[in-house]
């Protein structure tokens, strides 16, 4: 049963976006300016997750482990950099639900804010894009702080921000990383069943919720009636 938290703090890709379309077309793109074979969209979304130095470290070996030669990836990493710049948000697109999900937690008078890995540059124009920035009081991107998820940190810093306790917080994502963010903070965690967790089920990691859309948050969290008489 999940205690009714005053902040909530939501990851990005896999969890409010799918944002593979955009990320497989760089990686491809820059595999071929590389003249190296392109991976295709199936085996870029093994991948993603872990940000995008990782995400092109394991392009350019070909799999989830691993490092590539390091005068590869310094060639590589700015012309995937240049390519994602342009390409940040034509393929990618809210999931099914995110819209309903954020409309009621707005509704119901939670505070929100939004916590990612990736880099500040592509995450405001990505939320801006797709319509969805105005939902967050913060936005905690992966260069925003020293440390990122798992690290504790970012969590830590947004309760602060809001003036919440961390065991008063919610996170909600689809990964084992935000998992280990939310089991360090101090935060309870509600995992996404879709997202981008390198093939494996979530349910694994033992988040205290598992839902498949965010449509389904009114059946976990109560509304500002509720959460107002309770008061």
């Not at 890709?13 to 590389?34: F, H």
């Not at 940000?51 to 350019?60: N, P, Y």
Request: hydrophobic letters at 40%; a negative charge; proline letters at 7%.
């Amino acid at each position: 049963m999940l205690k009714n938290p005053e902040m909530i703090l939501i990851d990005v890709d896999g969890t409010l976006v799918d944002s593979v379309p955009d990320l497989a077309y760089c990686v491809d793109e820059m595999m071929k300016r590389l003249g190296l074979p392109p991976h295709g969209e199936d085996k870029v979304r093994q991948w993603v997750g872990n940000g995008v130095e990782r995400l092109v470290r394991r392009a350019l070996v070909g799999r989830l482990e691993g490092e590539p030669d390091e005068e590869l990836f310094r060639k590589a990493y700015p012309i995937f950099l240049d390519l994602y710049a342009e390409n940040t948000s034509k393929r990618s697109r809210l999931y099914p639900g995110v819209r309903e999900g954020l409309d009621y937690l707005k509704s119901a008078g939670y505070r929100l804010g939004c916590v990612t890995n990736k880099a500040a540059q592509f995450t405001e124009p990505l939320l801006r894009d797709l319509g969805i920035m105005d939902y967050f009081a913060i936005v905690i991107s992966g260069d925003t702080l020293p440390k990122k998820k798992p690290d504790p940190l970012p969590l830590l810093h947004a309760a602060e921000f809001f003036g919440v306790k961390p065991e008063d917080a919610l996170m909600i994502g689809d990964s084992i990383s935000d998992v280990k963010a939310a089991r360090a903070a101090g935060f309870q965690i509600v995992c996404m069943s879709y997202g981008y967790n390198h093939g494996q089920d979530i349910r694994e990691a033992n988040p205290d919720a598992v839902i498949d859309s965010m449509a389904e948050l009114p059946g976990l969290l109560p509304g500002r009636e509720a959460r107002e008489g309770a008061a």
